[in-house]
């Protein structure tokens, strides 16, 4: 049997449904293929699960100084399994949640994997699909590293890692990305003893140099070992050997070292190295086929996905060109305290004029009321406009949108002043640093 659609979508995660919403939206007739459960890797086994259990290992953690607030807080303790079960809990909801609000537009949704027949066909459960616009959206897995596969017992993926219903008292983590960073403070926040393992040079590379020296001190702060510029040479009989000598025991192994994309069946076309090759407009080779999400390996962020998903579908449906800027999107780091940043960072700027300003939070009467002043705002301006900007503090995911703002619309920085910033909060942080850029700052000493 043969059906006829407008868009074809291969992969219900973030891309794959935003792009279903928003074609239904304008009026095309939509078909969405995933074989799982909608909601992709970031409902399912990313940030959804893992911002749940960070969570409750966060609470747990600011229990245990309640004392210093006058709450008295005798015989604290946890149960994981609870903690376990409720993220189980909200996944399922979600995931019901989402179905109903995709077939709520009208989008067929195909539980069957497809698979490419011709540029314009697909098949799926004995079915024929013709789409005259097609969007990849199938994601990504995890990583492995040659020699260290995961056996899903002692190596794990981090899709692994959210089966455990019972925590190990000691964890080797191998890499310090977002991923391994976040599985590190919740296990050292629920009183385990985390080791982690990093090839390069510093911790989370891929930040401001600023934000990886904090992190190290948060690190020995909360008695997080680690090693850096340091790779796993051999794992025998649950003993690991690291490149420095170092000999290891962990009860596990979690290899956080990223993720690869999950190719359709039957696509062969151009890729740029393992990832789909896509123009300006995300289209592929293929004029009509598109790829967005983790499998272009633009950015592997959920909320980069639902950007791209948009502006594929206003590009087909209006012609629009679509608005991507991989410097213009934020990262964010989860657990206490967040970590964010968007834009330029400071090596980046290297033989460009540019000004600097790095504003503690402990100057903050906020920060001082919720005994959170380990953190800092920075940021760095280059032709009176922020260029880049880097928060180590409570509520940076939230604070980064204001600096992501200012970016996108090339907004002046004399501008930003004119706004008027609530005291006592967090976001003061944002109109210091900015002040800072001219040593203007109000809360700081005179230098």
Same mark, same amino acid.
């Given at each position: 049997?043969?059906?006829?659609?407008?868009? @074809?979508?291969?992969?219900?995660?973030?891309?794959?449904?935003?792009?279903?919403?928003? #074609?239904?939206?304008?009026?095309?007739?939509?078909?969405?293929?995933?074989?799982?459960?909608?909601? $992709?890797?970031?409902?399912?086994?990313?940030?959804?699960?893992?911002?749940?259990?960070?969570?409750?290992?966060?609470?747990?953690?600011?229990?245990?100084?309640?004392?210093?607030?006058?709450?008295?807080?005798?015989?604290?303790?946890?149960?994981?399994?609870?903690?376990?079960?409720?993220?189980?809990?909200?996944?399922?909801?979600?995931?019901?949640?989402?179905?109903?609000?995709?077939?709520?537009? @009208?989008?067929?949704?195909?539980?069957?994997?497809? !698979?490419?027949?011709? %540029?314009?066909?697909?098949?799926?459960?004995?079915?024929?699909?013709?789409?005259?616009?097609?969007?990849?959206?199938?994601?990504?897995?995890?990583?492995?590293?040659?020699?260290?596969?995961?056996?899903?017992?002692?190596?794990?993926?981090?899709?692994?890692?959210?089966?455990?219903?019972?925590?190990?008292?000691?964890?080797?983590?191998?890499?310090?990305?977002?991923?391994? /960073?976040?599985?590190?403070?919740?296990?050292?926040?629920?009183?385990?003893?985390?080791?982690?393992?990093?090839?390069?040079?510093?911790?989370?590379?891929?930040?401001?140099?600023?934000?990886?020296?904090?992190?190290?001190?948060?690190?020995?702060?909360?008695?997080?070992?680690?090693?850096?510029?340091?790779?796993?040479? +051999?794992?025998?009989?649950?003993?690991?050997?690291?490149?420095?000598?170092?000999?290891?025991?962990?009860?596990?192994?979690?290899?956080?070292?990223?993720?690869?994309?999950?190719?359709?069946?039957?696509?062969?076309?151009?890729?740029? $190295? !393992?990832?789909?090759?896509?123009?300006?407009?995300?289209?592929?080779?293929?004029?009509?086929?598109?790829?967005? $999400?983790?499998?272009?390996?633009?950015?592997?962020?959920?909320?980069?996905?639902? %950007?791209? #998903?948009?502006?594929?579908?206003?590009?087909?449906?209006?012609?629009?060109?679509?608005?991507?800027?991989?410097? !213009?999107?934020?990262?964010?780091?989860?657990?206490?305290?967040?970590?964010?940043?968007?834009?330029? =960072?400071?090596?980046?700027? =290297?033989?460009?004029?540019?000004?600097?300003?790095?504003?503690?939070? +402990?100057?903050?009467?906020? #920060?001082?009321?919720?005994?959170?002043?380990?953190?800092? /705002?920075? /940021?760095?301006?280059?032709?009176?406009?922020?260029?880049?900007? %880097?928060?180590?503090?409570?509520?940076?995911?939230?604070?980064?949108?204001?600096?992501?703002?200012?970016?996108?619309?090339?907004?002046?920085?004399?501008?930003?002043?004119?706004?008027?910033? #609530?005291?006592?909060?967090?976001?003061?942080?944002?109109?210091?640093?900015?002040?800072?850029?001219?040593?203007?700052?109000?809360?700081?000493?005179?230098?």
């Amino acid at each position: 049997m043969e059906k006829i659609f407008e868009l @074809g979508i291969i992969g219900g995660g973030p891309a794959g449904y935003t792009a279903a919403i928003r #074609a239904a939206q304008k009026g095309l007739s939509v078909v969405l293929f995933e074989k799982n459960s909608l909601g $992709g890797v970031c409902l399912n086994k990313g940030c959804i699960p893992t911002k749940t259990i960070l969570h409750c290992s966060d609470l747990y953690k600011s229990f245990r100084k309640a004392e210093k607030f006058g709450i008295n807080t005798a015989e604290l303790s946890y149960d994981y399994e609870k903690i376990f079960n409720r993220k189980n809990e909200i996944v399922q909801k979600l995931q019901k949640s989402l179905t109903k609000l995709v077939q709520s537009y @009208g989008v067929e949704i195909i539980p069957a994997e497809a !698979k490419f027949i011709s %540029h314009d066909k697909i098949e799926a459960d004995k079915n024929i699909y013709t789409c005259k616009n097609i969007i990849i959206a199938t994601g990504s897995k995890p990583s492995g590293i040659k020699g260290l596969e995961p056996d899903g017992v002692f190596v794990l993926t981090s899709d692994d890692i959210l089966n455990l219903a019972n925590l190990p008292q000691k964890i080797l983590i191998i890499g310090s990305g977002a991923i391994g /960073v976040e599985w590190a403070r919740i296990f050292s926040a629920l009183d385990r003893e985390v080791t982690i393992v990093e090839v390069a040079d510093r911790l989370l590379p891929a930040a401001d140099v600023d934000v990886s020296k904090r992190l190290d001190r948060l690190f020995k702060k909360s008695k997080i070992k680690f090693f850096t510029g340091t790779m796993v040479e +051999s794992i025998q009989n649950k003993t690991v050997t690291l490149s420095n000598s170092q000999i290891l025991t962990p009860d596990i192994v979690l290899c956080a070292a990223g993720r690869e994309p999950v190719i359709p069946v039957g696509l062969e076309f151009e890729k740029n $190295g !393992k990832f789909v090759k896509v123009n300006e407009n995300f289209q592929t080779n293929f004029k009509n086929i598109y790829a967005a $999400g983790d499998v272009n390996g633009k950015i592997q962020l959920a909320h980069s996905a639902i %950007h791209q #998903a948009l502006g594929i579908v206003d590009y087909i449906t209006e012609g629009k060109k679509v608005h991507f800027d991989i410097d !213009k999107v934020p990262s964010v780091i989860y657990g206490s305290p967040e970590i964010a940043w968007v834009g330029k =960072t400071e090596d980046k700027l =290297t033989g460009a004029e540019y000004k600097v300003s790095n504003f503690p939070v +402990s100057a903050l009467g906020k #920060a001082f009321a919720d005994d959170e002043i380990d953190g800092f /705002v920075k /940021v760095l301006s280059v032709n009176d406009k922020i260029a880049g900007a %880097h928060i180590v503090c409570p509520e940076a995911s939230s604070l980064i949108h204001e600096f992501a703002l200012m970016i996108d619309n090339g907004i002046k920085t004399d501008d930003v002043l004119n706004t008027v910033f #609530a005291h006592p909060t967090y976001s003061e942080a944002v109109f210091e640093s900015i002040m800072g850029l001219d040593n203007l700052n109000l809360n700081l000493p005179r230098s």
